[in-house]
């Protein structure tokens, strides 16, 4: 503890250490108990706050010049620092005047008047009526027509889930089998083979029976062949008119879709993949 009171002391201002300095560290030596030193210590942070804002610092002297005889020298300023005490109540001061100045402005007397309406005047507003604020109705006006519907676009997005067959050929999904499509073709075609015995079914084509339907054996064979022959891409596909995609067929699957390319670009556009009913009605009545 003493060497934290001396620490205390030793930052007291030069002049304060050397007349006090010795004298209060003996005191602090004779007193005993905790009681003693802490107040001791307290002493010391008060006296050291004291010391360095309130007290004014001693002005170094400045040395005079001597000035020659019958030349004139400009003298400058003697360093002056002002007290901090001394900022402070300007401080204060200077709050207190521009606080009056800013109540005598806004309630002595009449309220300034602002340049501002409405419609409901008060104090400091100017009475504004309806037409002056009012939005005035535009001098012309655009008509946009919504852009026209692409009947090949709808067909194609419900067509392509019906024939699982396009929908595994079109891997970027937009509705073109392009011409690395039409290359992939082999590949593609083999993840339709669910059960795995090298060809493909009208099933894994896409023909549907619904659930719960008894149909003759006949009857089934003969709707799978008609479903196959009536979708352009089954059909190309299906070379023998068996009903299936054989496995000798899948790997011919490139060469038989070029087939359909009537315009000759290297990919097939809906209006080649589709029905021929569909490419009619399409084309007469556009939807």
């Given at each position: 503890m003493r060497i934290l009171y001396a620490f205390l002391l030793r930052l007291h201002p030069r002049a304060f250490r050397e007349r006090f300095a010795e004298e209060m560290?003996?005191?602090?030596?004779?007193?005993?108990?905790?009681?003693?030193?802490?107040?001791?210590?307290?002493?010391?942070?008060?006296?050291?706050?004291?010391?360095?804002?309130?007290?004014?610092?001693?002005?170094?002297?400045?040395?005079?010049?001597?000035?020659?005889?019958?030349?004139?020298?400009?003298?400058?300023?003697?360093?002056?620092?002002?007290?901090?005490?001394?900022?402070?109540?300007?401080?204060?001061?200077?709050?207190?005047?521009?606080?009056?100045?800013?109540?005598?402005?806004?309630?002595?007397?009449?309220?300034?008047?602002?340049?501002?309406?409405?419609?409901?005047?008060?104090?400091?507003?100017?009475?504004?009526?309806?037409?002056?604020?009012?939005?005035?109705?535009p001098e012309a006006t655009a008509l946009f027509s919504p852009p026209a519907a692409d009947p090949w676009f709808d067909f194609a997005s419900r067509y392509f889930k019906i024939i699982y067959v396009l929908g595994v050929l079109d891997t970027d999904h937009d509705y073109v089998i392009s011409a690395p499509e039409i290359a992939a073709a082999p590949t593609a075609l083999g993840h339709l083979d669910l059960d795995r015995d090298g060809k493909l079914s009208a099933q894994e084509s896409g023909f549907h029976i619904g659930a719960g339907q008894f149909i003759r054996p006949d009857l089934l064979q003969r709707f799978r062949a008609d479903f196959m022959r009536a979708n352009p891409v089954l059909a190309a596909l299906d070379t023998d008119l068996d009903g299936q995609i054989s496995a000798s067929e899948i790997q011919n699957a490139s060469a038989a879709l070029k087939r359909l390319d009537l315009n000759g670009d290297g990919k097939l556009l809906p209006v080649e993949v589709a029905p021929e009913s569909v490419v009619r009605k399409i084309l007469l009545h556009g939807k």
């Open positions: 560290l003996a005191i602090f030596d004779e007193v005993s108990g905790a009681s003693g030193t802490a107040r001791l210590l307290g002493d010391a942070v008060l006296s050291l706050i004291r010391q360095w804002a309130f007290r004014p610092r001693p002005q170094p002297a400045v040395a005079s010049v001597a000035q020659p005889s019958g030349v004139r020298m400009f003298s400058s300023l003697d360093i002056y620092k002002p007290r901090r005490m001394a900022l402070i109540e300007g401080g204060v001061l200077s709050a207190i005047f521009f606080w009056a100045v800013a109540f005598a402005a806004t309630n002595g007397g009449h309220p300034l008047k602002l340049l501002g309406t409405s419609l409901y005047p008060r104090s400091g507003l100017l009475k504004g009526t309806p037409s002056s604020i009012e939005i005035a109705p």
